[in-house]
């Protein structure tokens, strides 16, 4: 009888005519393979071998799981490794070790963890989901099985470059600033032991930044404010028009504002730490930002407070009461009076004070960043306080009031160097 007979004496047909017994059987395939049939009624495929005169056994799967041709196969690469002096056995206790030691050392595992760990508690909650996401979609797909230890600069390079052929040059910069941080926790965490991200810093296009669309000719100025005025939308959103280029805050921030945060006898706005551009912790355990209130903005409150002042919110949603505005509101009531968004946003409110106030009016670099809630250092590397300048920014806020004041009515104001020094 050939010898393929002898080694393959099962047949689909007796495997599935097979029935459970009082106690585990074997139906024998050859060469060691046999198909042990459990009194639950489950058939699973064994190899009986010898190796270094012991004799051992190796499981092969579960019937039908695996079939009898694929049985046959696992067998047949198993009496391989013996001939060569390679255990079965011992392979597949190394090949499991290997693939755990990958789940645990993969750049994704790595990367996942570092998220979880360090990130996650470190910024606000939509930081992390964007970080998250730009590894997922941008990195994982072709570095995430990798060994994080095994990653060297081309190979990060190329991932980066992917993101640049798609024309996102920042986020390419972004993604690659996320990967360091991770190669920095995978050699803190004994994992690798250099940062290739470190390597191809000057390798990646620059990003272009553009700055946000802002009027700072003052007689262009003057017209903006003179729309604003003659503005005939709702008056919620009038009042938050006129109110932006008095406290040129973030436009979250202002139409997110609440009556309980102002003092209106004390002249002050008092935005929660939760709700400014900070870290998390910063946000947790930081004070609030003072918005000092020049006469002209109580006014507008003032004004606005019987209208809304019976809610929670200065600027509430036309909808509802229980939200704020919409962001859209006021960059779409710009878009009515004319004004395209390449010209003027509602952010562009904070670049347009930023330059006017400095180049204009010459008011402290310092004060100024410390009303934009900027992050702002001595000679000394030493940041500033955010509650520090409160009087010199109270007195800049006023100046700036009365200088809008005069581009809106038309007049030739004359720069005035206020010398606010700190």
């Not at 008095?246 to 309980?260: N, Q, S």
């Amino acid at each position: 009888m050939p010898a393929k007979n002898v080694l393959n004496k099962l047949n689909d047909i007796a495997i599935k005519k097979a029935a459970p017994q009082d106690k585990p059987y074997n139906l024998s395939d050859g060469g060691g393979l046999g198909l042990e049939v459990q009194p639950s009624g489950s058939k699973w495929w064994r190899l009986r071998y010898r190796f270094d005169g012991k004799e051992k056994m190796l499981s092969l799967g579960v019937y039908p799981d695996i079939g009898l041709k694929d049985a046959r196969e696992r067998r047949d690469k198993a009496r391989q490794d013996i001939a060569k002096g390679i255990d079965p056995s011992s392979k597949r206790k190394a090949e499991k070790s290997t693939k755990a030691e990958l789940a645990t050392n993969s750049f994704e595992a790595v990367a996942r963890e570092w998220h979880i760990t360090i990130h996650i508690p470190k910024v606000t909650e939509a930081h992390a989901a964007r970080t998250l996401v730009r590894l997922e979609h941008d990195v994982f797909p072709w570095l995430g099985a990798l060994p994080v230890a095994t990653i060297t600069p081309p190979k990060l390079l190329e991932a980066m470059r992917r993101i640049e052929a798609r024309g996102a040059i920042e986020t390419a910069h972004r993604a690659l600033q996320a990967c360091g941080q991770v190669f920095r926790y995978a050699i803190a965490t004994g994992r690798a032991e250099r940062n290739p991200a470190a390597d191809i810093q000057g390798a990646l296009q620059p990003v272009i930044v553009k700055h946000m669309p802002a009027i700072t000719d003052p007689k262009r100025v003057g017209e903006l404010l003179r729309s604003i005025e003659a503005y005939e939308g709702m008056p919620v959103t009038r009042a938050a028009l006129q109110l932006a280029p008095l406290v040129f805050v973030r436009p979250g921030e202002l139409r997110k504002a609440e009556w309980a945060e102002f003092d209106l006898d004390g002249a002050v706005w008092r935005i929660p730490s939760d709700r400014m551009k900070r870290s998390k912790a910063q946000k947790a355990m930081g004070t609030p930002h003072l918005v000092p209130l020049s006469r002209q903005a109580v006014e507008i409150l003032r004004e606005l407070q019987p209208l809304t002042g019976h809610g929670r919110y200065v600027f509430p949603s036309l909808r509802t009461g229980e939200r704020p505005m919409s962001d859209n509101a006021v960059l779409s009531a710009l878009r009515r009076m004319g004004y395209p968004k390449e010209e003027m946003t509602g952010h562009g409110f904070r670049a347009m004070a930023r330059t006017m106030l400095a180049e204009r009016l010459g008011i402290d670099e310092a004060v100024i960043e410390a009303q934009l809630a900027h992050s702002v250092k001595d000679s000394l590397g030493r940041a500033y306080n955010r509650t520090e300048f409160v009087e010199q920014r109270r007195s800049m806020l006023q100046t700036w009031a009365d200088h809008l004041d005069g581009l809106r009515k038309g007049a030739d104001v004359v720069p005035i160097k206020a010398g606010m020094k700190n």
